[in-house]
């Protein structure tokens, strides 16, 4: 996720001297410590609600999307995988 100027100045941005920041070192949505295990978590909830897809919610929790899916696996979710996905999957697998 890319953050402007402003949004840079007002969070800091470590050691560069182009920043006068507040002090905090990343901005609160760049996926760092607390603030991405939230985003992790959020993302897993609307995934397995249906409210997000699968690519959508790896986005959201700043991961790829082979390994955020892993982790929807791990934990048990089922993915929203119906007719119509499956018919592209499988038109798709014959064109090649």
Not at 20 to 42: F, I, K, N, Q, V
Request: aromatic fraction near 6%; hydrophobic fraction near 35%.
């Amino acid at each position: 996720m890319a953050f402007g100027r402003r949004s840079a100045a007002l969070w800091g941005h470590g050691d560069d001297p182009e920043y006068s920041g507040l002090g905090a070192s990343r901005p609160p949505h760049s996926g760092g410590g607390d603030c991405g295990r939230l985003r992790t978590e959020l993302a897993i909830a609307l995934c397995a609600q249906g409210a997000l897809s699968l690519g959508k919610a790896a986005e959201l929790a700043e991961m790829n999307r082979i390994n955020f899916g892993e982790m929807v696996g791990e934990r048990g979710i089922a993915r929203h995988y119906g007719d119509a996905e499956l018919a592209q999957d499988v038109s798709y697998a014959r064109s090649e």
